[in-house]
Structure formats: structure tokens, C-alpha cells
């Protein structure tokens, strides 16, 4: 490459200080520092031209050395990373390296040391610890709903731009003010643990939050418009590298309409930066916005952001606790690092002298393990096309609004669910269940209680609008339509019930963990250590939590990972000496953590288990590694739309049932694997059966009270309880199916569907439906109460349970008998002949016509 005009004497004499340096790096090292030298000269107007050029190289040096350290530092990282997960598999999985590595990511129900510390379960209990301490803060304060209710947002990005600026901020609403400093220390806190974990994070003054773009409203306005909104706002350290501004934002814009900022860069190598040219490459691929202060962030994120404050803020932190577990776990290169210790475990069953063992590896490297890794690194949340995963994104949603307003009824068998896994934690069964009831009563608990459940990152979903996760593998819906379903949860009840089981859950684990504190390891039910031990808790380490305060809370005892701090630096220097480690600092500062980790890890994991949501196993199982924004990975999410659920419930439950209790898999090699690891689980007589067994007759009983609430709220008696059918239809809703069930065998199957439209998810057939209604028309069918029931039944809000039947008496009846005379009188003689049951209230005899349309 050519170096411009006047430089060449310049770069001769920087190749001959510092060696053989390609030319392009040699101007990428001039252009920055021009770039810096303008910057400390708009800054700093007395210092002349020289004096600015040497202290822009002099601040270019000191980051160049920072950089060299950040690469010594980052190759330890990741040699030690490796080294861990190596170990990991070779001591607990000897015999399934493969299982061992899926555990490693996303974690499985086996029951052996660590085997659900996974990388996604701390990305979970992290990015939740954040977010539920930060909302347990201003719950304390007092203030969280001036954050929720949005009016404030201007006044709090003011604040949070001048305590980043060391500004004064007394002019501004004292309640604004907190809140700033609230969202701030929590943002501080995932900055320096994403630093420990590997990262180079500098402090950037004036931070807000995580800025969102909407590529559609950018892409409408166009980039003249775009720019001309922007460019006013953009404070001057934006164009730190010098050029004309114009030609940097239109870069800027062209990767944020397209999506290409998106995307993950590929072939990176697990090492740091070296040297400033590099460093001047990542600075100019990491290009970021500066806003001149917080009510131009404010202003610009109205106009072409995504979401509101909150959820930028909540995104952020989520965001922040991923990536910080991704490096805890797999180094600063995850996927490099990964591959190499795949390369190191592959010579291991190499050397085993088993070839059909080395091809089963082999495969599940490339494609069972492949998918879990994209899941945990994001990968599969980063749309191939954003307007086209925005569009089928918005269709799901729009199904979800209108077929699930009565999830809440189809969820009762959260009870026994949760009761079976305080069972497998060494508690009763029916004492649990209780329990469970009782706190429903109590709701999301008492506000002592609600910062215990914060420190383990078990808070209100509904305040981070995600209580959807509980029924879909897509979380790629984003601005009003996200909103939008927040408000349909909370009104179809949903909201407060996944919140008070969540809550009940949580805090029965961290009682139990209190009321265990004063036993020795080997005195403890063997069904409780089980349940530590697949968090990596040994019984070196429960001595150590024996040390640690425990919180009281109305009454009752709680162990909370905050009270680890509270275990001496000498008991743990103890217990790294009794196992021959370092009493280093760094060496006690990394237990604490390790502590921590797993305490939070295993409370928050739990309670996933005890109110089942889809894990990232599951997550991988339904995405199978594609992305959003793509074909396959559109019709994926379509096909598996409402699945999630009864997917969790398969793979977590019944897993955990099935194959938690101790059983040895099959070993590599072997054909038909899966064949073999049920039967063999089943014959292994540590309980599975019992469960299983249990399990079974609890959901059909809560089975039963579904449908039969359904029932009424359909108008109808509830089945009759002595037909075999009935009971049969009790075990297909209590066994998992829940809302899938609910749509299987219930609307679809009336416009004529196969059960192979309806299992091709609620879009597919409803897509079915429409063309079904098109061929008939054509064939000269009267089709009008078809089509009415075609919208009732995609129409957002109105079949929420409580609202539906008063819907259909007071109007819809009415149009119905309008368009299809009889029509009631013989879906009354169906429903009679085909369910035995009769209606409280005869459609054909109560409706009413306020518009005198049917009568």
C-alpha cells in the first residue's frame, strides 16, 4: 500500500526504529495518531500542534504497553481455561468425554461432580444476579416504579451522563439522581468482573447504556435523514481517528442497516492485541457513538432505538453477565480455546484403540457439541437477515397473543412439577406441595424476601418482560410488540404466577440450605448432596459455606451468596492449604468466587427445574445451531412455536428423573445409545421408577383441575370423571403437552387440520386454515362462521380465559348464529357426543343480539 504524501521519510525512520513493519500498519499508526493529536488539540486549545502530537504518541505508547500486558495475560487465561475443562472431562466423564464437554456448556441431568456448572448456567445466574440486585436495590429505594413507568428516562440518561462526568447533578430530581447511581453501580461492577474475567474495558465517562439500533426505522429515514438526526448529538471524541465524519457514520449506518455489526468476526486466534497497529485495527472495527451528554443519548434512542431506557439498561447487564461467563469458562477466544481442548480430549479416546468410539466423537463434535456452543455463545441470536427475523419474530408473537390467553390455566401442574424437584433434593414431596400452594398466596413475597431472592438472581420476570421464555426458544422480539406481550402476561395472570412459584421455590431452597448449615457433609441427605454436588459442591467446600452468616427474613433462615463474603481469608487459606494450592490473594479471591458461583448457580438453576422454563440444552435441541433471519432457522422457531415448554418438561424433568439418580450411559462406540440409556436407566433401582411413577399420578390429578377450569371458563361441566378418556386427556395435559396440548387437540382440529398441520406449529396452521377457507370459498361453501372463527382465534387479547366467554354471550354467539343459523344447537350436540359433557349455559339459548342481527 502506498503511504500518502510526506510520510514516507516519517515511516522510514519509524521501520527502521522499530523493524520490519508492513506499510499499511505503519499509516494505520500515523492515522491514529493524527487522530488523537486533533482530539487532545479541540480539548486542550492553548497546547500548540508539537506538544499535542507528543502526548498523543505518549498516550498511544502507554496503550500500546497495556496492550502487550493485556496479551501475556490473556494467553494464561486461556491456557488455564483449557487446562480446566480438560480435567474436567478426564475426571468426571472419562467414559463420555462427549457428555462431559455438553455438561461443560449447557449442562446435563447426570448425576456427577459439576456436571450442571455449565458455562450457560453462570451466564444465567450472572446476567440475573445483575439484573435482580439492581432491581432489589430500587425495589428498597423505593423506585422502581419511576424507572418502569418511563416518564423519567430523559432526566435519569441526564443523570447517569453526569455522574459519568463529574458533573453536579442538584438541579436535577433527587429520585432520578438514585436511580442513576443505582443502574451505575451495577454497570461498574459487570465492567471490572468482565475485565478480571479477560476483557480491557476502559471506564468511558458519560456512560448510559448499551445504545440499540432499529435497522427499519434507519433504513426508512434513510442515511441523509439519519445523519442529519445524529450527527448534532455526537459529541467530537466519535471522530477521534480523524476523516471526514460524513464517511465514518455512512459506514456506521450502511453495518447497522444491514446487520453486519452483528456479526460475530470470525478466525480469531486465542490471544490478545499486539502492538498498536493491531490495536488501531480493533479500535476502528469497535467503532462507537459518543453522545455529547444524556438527553441526546435520550433523544436519539426516541427516534431510531429500539426500547426505552430500562430495557437498554436490563439488556446491557444481561448482555454483560453472557459474555463475563463465556471468559470465566472458555477464555478470551471461546471457540478457539474450546477446539483445542476438543483436539487434546480426541487423543484421549484416540488412544483408547476403539475407532467406531473415535467416530461417535467425531460426530457429536461436529454436530451435537457444535450446537451447544453456538447457543451459549449467542451465535444463534444473531440474525442472518435483521428485517426478515424481525418480521416472522413479530408473527410469532402476534400467535402468542392470540392463542395463549389461557396459559394460565394450563399451567396448575406447576405444583407437582415443583414438588417432584424438591423431592430430588431431599425434601417431602407433599410437605412441598404445600408449600408451593401456600405461596401463592404470598405472591412474589415479602420485600426481606425479595432481596434474598435477588442475590441469587431469582426475581420477577414480569418486571423484565420475559415470562414468554417459559413457552418459546425465541427471545428475538424486541420494542412495542415486546411491551405488548409484557402487558398480555400480566393480564392473562401469568406474570404473577411463574413470579410467586419462582419466589416459593427459591426461597425453600436457600431455608433448606440454612437449615443444613449445622450438619457435617457426611450428615446430610444423600439426595441433598447429590443435588450440591452437580454444582461442584464437595464436602471441603460445604465446611467452608458452614462459615458463612446466613440472612433472616420473616422468620426464617436463609444462606445467600452475599454471606460468603463473611468467611475469613485465614479459613480459606486453611482449605487451599489442605489440598496444596497457593494461600495466594488472587488464589483466596478466586474461591470466594468459585463459592459464589456455585451457590448461585445452583439456587437459580433449580428453580428452573422446580418452574420448568427451557435451558440452553434446550434452547440447542429446538434451534439446532441456526440463526434467526434465515430459512431453516425461521421454519425452526415456527415449527417449534409453543414446544418449548413440553420440550423442558421431557428433557428436564423426566431427564432428571430418568437419568439423575446415578445410571451409567452407554459408552462410545455403541450403536442404538439411546435405546440403551432408557432401559438401562430404568433398570438401575436407585428410585427412577418411583419417580417417575409419582410424577405421573400427581400431574394427571392437576391434569384434571386444568381442564376442568378450562372447562368452565368455556362454559361447559367438566368431563366426566369416570370415563377412561377423560383420564386419558388428564395425562396428555399434566404429562408436559400444556399449551401445546391445549392447541393440538383443541382449535386447530376444527377447521379440519391434519395433526401434521397442527404439529408444524400455530403459524403453519393457521396458514393452513387460511388456505383451507380459499379452497372452499372457491368451491361455492359458505365460509363466513369460518372465517369468523379464524379471526376470534388470531385476533390479539380476546381469548383471554376471564374475558373470552363473556365475549361469545354478549356479541360473538350472535354473529355466529347470524352467519351459520344452527351453528350453536350443533356444536352443542358435538361437544355432548364426542366429550359427553353438556354447557352450564346453552349458547343456542342465552346468547345475546345487541345488534338484532340473529333474532
Not at 487465561?77 to 468425554?97: E, K
Not at 468482573?193 to 445504545?211: E, T
Amino acid at each position: 500500500m502506498a503511504l500518502p504524501s510526506g510520510i514516507s521519510p516519517c515511516a522510514d525512520a519509524v521501520r527502521a526504529a522499530a523493524g520490519d513493519m508492513e506499510s499499511n500498519e505503519i499509516q494505520e499508526i500515523f492515522q491514529l495518531l493524527r487522530g488523537r493529536t486533533q482530539e487532545i488539540l479541540a480539548r486542550e486549545g492553548a497546547l500548540g500542534s508539537e506538544q499535542a502530537a507528543l502526548r498523543a504518541a505518549d498516550e498511544l505508547a502507554r496503550q500500546a504497553e497495556h496492550a502487550a500486558i493485556i496479551e501475556r495475560r490473556n494467553a494464561l487465561i486461556n491456557v488455564r481455561a483449557r487446562a480446566r475443562l480438560v480435567a474436567f472431562v478426564r475426571d468426571q466423564f472419562a467414559d463420555r468425554p462427549d457428555l462431559g464437554i455438553e455438561s461443560f456448556l449447557v449442562g446435563t441431568n447426570l448425576a456427577r461432580q459439576g456436571s450442571r456448572l455449565s458455562v450457560a448456567a453462570e451466564q444465567k445466574a450472572l446476567g440475573d444476579a445483575y439484573i435482580g440486585g439492581m432491581l432489589a436495590d430500587l425495589d428498597r429505594a423505593d423506585l422502581t416504579a419511576v424507572l418502569a413507568r418511563g416518564d423519567s428516562d430523559q432526566d435519569i440518561a441526564d443523570a447517569l451522563w453526569r455522574i459519568g462526568k463529574d458533573q453536579d447533578t442538584k438541579d436535577l430530581n433527587p429520585q432520578v439522581v438514585e436511580i442513576a447511581k443505582i443502574i451505575q453501580k451495577y454497570q461498574e461492577g459487570a465492567r471490572i468482573d468482565a475485565n478480571r474475567a479477560g476483557a480491557s474495558i476502559g471506564k468511558l465517562p458519560g456512560y448510559i447504556a448499551r445504545q440499540s439500533h432499529d435497522s427499519e426505522k434507519m433504513g426508512a429515514a434513510g442515511f441523509e435523514r439519519w445523519a442529519e438526526e445524529i450527527l448534532p448529538r455526537l459529541d467530537t471524541a466519535t471522530f477521534r481517528e480523524g476523516g471526514d465524519p460524513m464517511v465514518f457514520l455512512k459506514g456506521v449506518y450502511d453495518g447497522l442497516v444491514s446487520g453486519d455489526h452483528l456479526k460475530s468476526p470470525a478466525g480469531q486466534q486465542p490471544n490478545g492485541f499486539r502492538g498498536p497497529a493491531n490495536l488501531a485495527k480493533k479500535l476502528s472495527q469497535e467503532r462507537v457513538l459518543h453522545f455529547k451528554d444524556g438527553v441526546a443519548w435520550h433523544e436519539y434512542n426516541q427516534l431510531f432505538g429500539t426500547g426505552n431506557l430500562r430495557e437498554a439498561v436490563l439488556r446491557g447487564l444481561d448482555l454483560s453477565g453472557q459474555n463475563t461467563a463465556l471468559m470465566r469458562r472458555l477464555g478470551t477466544n471461546p471457540e478457539a480455546n474450546l477446539n483445542m481442548a476438543m483436539d487434546v480430549i480426541k487423543e484421549d479416546v484416540r488412544a483408547g484403540g476403539d475407532p467406531a468410539a473415535l467416530a461417535n466423537f467425531n460426530t457429536a463434535r461436529r454436530g451435537v457439541i457444535g450446537n451447544r456452543l453456538k447457543e451459549v455463545s449467542g451465535q444463534t441470536r444473531i440474525p442472518g437477515n435483521a428485517t426478515q427475523a424481525r418480521v416472522a419474530a413479530n408473527v410469532r408473537a402476534w400467535q402468542s397473543l392470540s392463542k395463549l390467553g389461557g396459559a394460565l390455566l394450563s399451567s396448575f401442574t406447576d405444583l407437582p412439577v415443583a414438588a417432584s424437584e424438591m423431592r430430588y433434593q431431599g425434601q417431602s414431596f407433599l410437605g412441598s406441595l404445600a408449600e408451593m400452594g401456600a405461596g401463592l398466596m404470598k405472591g412474589r413475597g415479602s420485600a426481606e424476601q425479595r432481596q434474598i431472592l435477588s442475590a441469587y438472581g431469582v426475581y420477577a420476570d414480569s418486571m423484565r418482560g420475559e415470562i414468554m421464555r417459559r413457552f418459546s426458544a425465541d427471545d428475538s422480539v424486541g420494542g412495542k410488540m415486546s411491551r405488548g406481550m409484557s402487558q398480555f402476561f400480566r393480564l392473562n395472570g401469568l406474570s404473577w404466577w411463574t413470579d410467586a412459584n419462582k419466589a416459593s421455590a427459591g426461597l425453600m431452597m436457600a431455608h433448606n440450605l440454612a437449615q443444613n448449615k449445622g450438619k457435617a457433609w457426611g450428615s446430610l441427605n444423600g439426595d441433598f448432596k447429590r443435588a450440591l454436588g452437580l454444582y461442584d459442591l464437595d464436602a471441603g467446600k460445604w465446611e467452608l459455606l458452614r462459615e458463612m452468616d446466613t440472612r433472616m427474613a420473616d422468620g426464617r433462615d436463609y444462606m445467600t451468596p452475599d454471606g460468603i463474603a463473611g468467611i475469613s481469608d485465614e479459613r480459606i487459606g486453611q482449605y487451599l492449604a489442605e489440598r496444596n494450592r497457593p494461600e495466594s490473594a488472587g488464589a483466596i479471591r478466586e474461591t470466594r468466587q468459585d463459592l459464589e458461583r456455585s451457590l448461585r448457580a445452583y439456587v437459580n438453576d433449580r428453580v428452573t427445574y422446580a418452574v420448568l422454563e427451557p435451558d440452553a440444552r434446550t434452547r440447542s435441541i429446538m434451534n439446532q445451531g441456526t440463526q434467526p433471519g434465515t430459512v431453516p432457522g425461521d421454519l425452526l422457531r415456527f415449527v417449534t412455536q409453543f414446544k418449548s415448554f413440553p420440550a423442558a418438561y421431557m428433557q428436564k424433568t423426566l431427564g432428571r428423573e430418568l437419568y439423575g439418580r446415578g445410571y451409567t450411559p452407554t459408552a462410545l462406540g455403541n450403536s442404538f445409545r439411546g435405546g440403551r440409556d432408557l432401559v438401562q436407566a430404568l433398570r438401575n433401582g436407585n428410585g427412577e421408577r418411583l419417580a417417575l411413577a409419582q410424577l405421573m399420578l400427581w400431574t394427571t390429578a392437576f391434569g384434571y383441575l386444568s381442564m376442568a377450569s378450562k372447562d368452565v371458563t368455556k362454559g361447559r361441566e367438566p368431563r366426566p370423571a369416570d370415563d377412561p378418556k377423560t383420564w386419558l386427556a388428564a395425562m396428555v395435559q399434566g404429562g408436559g403437552l400444556g399449551i401445546f396440548g391445549d392447541y393440538l387437540f383443541g382449535e386447530a382440529n376444527r377447521f379440519g387440520n391434519s395433526a401434521l398441520e397442527s404439529a408444524a406449529g400455530p403459524t403453519i396452521g393457521t396458514a393452513a386454515d387460511v388456505i383451507n377457507l380459499w379452497a372452499r370459498a372457491k368451491e361455492g361453501d359458505d365460509t363466513a362462521s369460518s372465517a369468523l372463527r379464524l379471526a376470534q382465534n388470531n385476533t390479539p387479547f380476546m381469548n383471554l380465559f376471564y374475558t373470552r366467554i363473556a365475549l361469545d354471550h354478549l356479541f360473538l354467539y350472535s354473529v355466529q348464529e347470524a352467519m351459520n343459523p344452527g351453528s350453536l344447537r350443533r356444536t352443542e350436540e358435538r361437544i355432548r357426543q364426542q366429550n359427553g359433557q353438556e354447557f352450564l349455559v346453552r349458547p343456542s339459548q342465552s346468547y345475546q343480539d345487541p345488534l338484532g342481527i340473529a333474532r
